[in-house]
């Protein structure tokens, strides 16, 4: 599975658009893009995932560059209760392929 | 209401002593999975099944062993041969078909050992 690259921290104001990149330059052509968030003391949350296009749920939007190369998770109107880490994980869609989490982008929503 | 479940959610042991980790799912999702996480770090898989009565061993196995006898069920027994077994247990599972096979997790049992 290819290895992703995200800051470590980011900061957001209360309302405001929170955007996380990753980078996943090693990518191949039937991985997959998933975005994961843990609370603390919590189980990681399913947020999203992608292949080639731009996604959007309830939750978040996913826009994938169309080299595949890099991505952007974005939450539209970020809240407190947003503040969590972000995990960027590629994978091929194999069971028992497991999802290397690395150690994300922790997101500090402030009032 | 649909999800997975473990139990308990904080476990306490003294060392030399097995302990099993309880977790089910009513997803009725085919593939179940046991990830290890240690403080500031990501997770690491310790077994996975894709099917009842089978289970393969992930990237540290050592010292652990678990079964799958029921679709929904997926006990992980920690056993004394684990050498550093304090860590935040999570269970996960998924459909094992589909667009992408994403996985779901549980809300994790935090296991120390004393």
């Known amino acids: 599975d290819a290895k992703t690259t995200q800051p470590p921290s980011m900061d957001c104001a209360e309302g405001r658009a929170a955007n996380l990149p990753c980078n996943h330059s090693t990518i191949s052509g039937n991985e997959y893009v998933y975005w994961y968030r843990q609370i603390h003391s919590q189980g990681p949350q399913y947020i999203i995932h992608?292949?080639?296009n731009n996604e959007t749920n309830e939750m978040a939007s996913l826009i994938i560059t169309e080299d595949r190369k890099s991505s952007t998770l974005i939450l539209p109107h970020a809240t407190l209760r947003d503040t969590a880490v972000y995990y960027c994980i590629v994978r091929s869609p194999h069971t028992g392929n497991q999802f290397y989490f690395g150690t994300g982008t922790s997101l500090t929503v402030i009032p | 209401d649909g999800g997975i479940t473990q139990s308990p959610k904080y476990l306490f042991r003294k060392e030399g002593q097995n302990v099993t980790l309880s977790c089910e799912q009513n997803l009725n999702h085919d593939a179940m999975y046991w990830y290890r996480q240690d403080p500031g770090q990501g997770l690491r898989l310790i077994y996975y099944s894709q099917i009842v009565n089978d289970f393969q061993k992930g990237d540290i196995a050592e010292g652990y062993s678990v079964s799958r006898e029921k679709k929904e069920s997926f006990p992980l027994t920690v056993t004394s041969a684990q050498k550093n077994p304090t860590a935040f247990y999570l269970c996960?599972?998924?459909?094992?078909?589909?667009?992408?096979?994403?996985?779901?997790f549980g809300p994790g049992t935090r296991l120390t050992v004393l």
């Open positions: 996960a599972s998924s459909s094992g078909t589909g667009d992408g096979d994403t996985q779901y």
């Open positions: 992608g292949l080639k």
